[in-house]
């Protein structure tokens, strides 16, 4: 058994877990050396009861490596432990770092540079808006956008990246092979295209109620500085926050209506203590004093010149122009997709050549 099999077989032992596994590295060295410890050995560590004790060391009946390691292989995972240096640093340093990340895509050094974005998974269009222009200029920058691929503020998020030509990972709360949300498949892939679809739970792990909550944790740690844009009350967002501020990280908060309950979450970050934000570069500016080595690229401080443009930029650009015009209307007047406008609509307005006005209407700038 390789090192890294060995730290396979650990995480899928039940009832085991991060903390208990770095008390048992602790006082045994390797991941190999506690698969092969006797139960009194194991019994002498902090945390290891009977019931632990017994399933790490009948774990060949527990768990099925080589089934495991084949699913690897069919799916072209990679495997990160805490052993390999594109494992993230700040992850690492978190009370419970994963055993294991699953990789469906590339980590890159760039990845440890980056901000994680939350927020509501039914997000309004104020909560949407302000993710994908903050998401964008993130990604913009140079810095990688971390969130959990869920519907909402998530999506919104990996897709600003994408439309940033930035990066983007996705840590998601079930096995690689069950993602969810389903619907949230072709998403996926453009960002395994484009940074990476993270896992700390086997390949055919179902996602549940526990498996959420405990990504979060992944997302905050991974994370330089953790972004909320859009959160009730009782929402996730604010318990990845609250991890956030354990690990020592900085949270960051858009401001919203008060009379707004889908709002009411980020103005109790900001009561507490989280940065007020009201654009990516109120966030980057704070986050610079954290990069003496400035590892994320000069933001979009000035309203741009004209730039080249592609090809979908240019003849959707050539559709808008100084009179409002709705979307619909867009849509109709260039022959591109919905889909296509959507994301053209957002790089052109990050660009500084148009302006986005309620209710989906936009007009020419320059």
Request: charged fraction near 25%.
């Amino acid at each position: 058994m390789t090192r890294k099999e060995a730290w396979i077989a650990l995480n899928l032992i039940p009832q085991v877990g991060p903390v208990r596994v770095q008390r048992l590295l602790a006082r045994m060295g390797s991941p190999e050396r506690i698969l092969t410890a006797r139960t009194a050995e194991l019994l002498e560590a902090e945390g290891i009861g009977r019931t632990q004790a017994d399933l790490i060391t009948g774990w060949e009946s527990q768990v099925d490596l080589a089934g495991e390691l084949r699913k690897i292989q069919e799916r072209g995972l990679t495997i990160l432990t805490q052993d390999d240096e594109l494992y993230p640093p700040l992850l690492k340093t978190i009370h419970d770092p994963p055993l294991v990340l699953y990789v469906w895509g590339e980590v890159t050094p760039k990845d440890h540079h980056a901000i994680g974005v939350v927020g509501s998974r039914h997000a309004t269009p104020y909560g949407l808006n302000a993710t994908k222009k903050m998401s964008f200029q993130i990604a913009y920058s140079g810095c990688t956008v971390i969130s959990g691929l869920a519907r909402g503020i998530d999506t919104a998020a990996h897709e600003a990246a994408l439309a940033a030509k930035g990066r983007t990972i996705a840590v998601i709360g079930a096995g690689i092979g069950k993602l969810y949300p389903p619907e949230n498949m072709a998403l996926a892939e453009r960002i395994a295209q484009n940074g990476a679809v993270i896992s700390e739970y086997a390949v055919d792990r179902v996602a549940d109620r526990q498996t959420f909550p405990y990504r979060n944790r992944v997302v905050a740690g991974w994370s330089s500085g953790l972004l909320v844009t859009e959160a009730p009350l009782k929402s996730g967002s604010l318990i990845t926050a609250q991890q956030a501020v354990d690990e020592g990280r900085t949270v960051y908060a858009v401001p919203g209506p008060i009379d707004k309950p889908t709002s009411a979450g980020c103005n109790r970050l900001i009561q507490q203590g989280a940065k007020l934000v009201m654009n990516g570069d109120d966030l980057l500016d704070d986050l610079m004093a954290l990069f003496p080595t400035a590892p994320c690229a000069p933001k979009l401080e000035t309203p741009r010149p004209a730039v080249a443009l592609s090809l979908d930029e240019e003849i959707l650009y050539k559709a808008i122009d100084r009179e409002e015009r709705h979307i619909d209307d867009l849509i109709s007047r260039c022959g591109l997709t919905a889909a296509t406008v959507n994301v053209t609509l957002m790089r052109l307005e990050m660009k500084r050549l148009i302006r986005a006005l309620p209710g989906r209407r936009y007009l020419r700038l320059v």
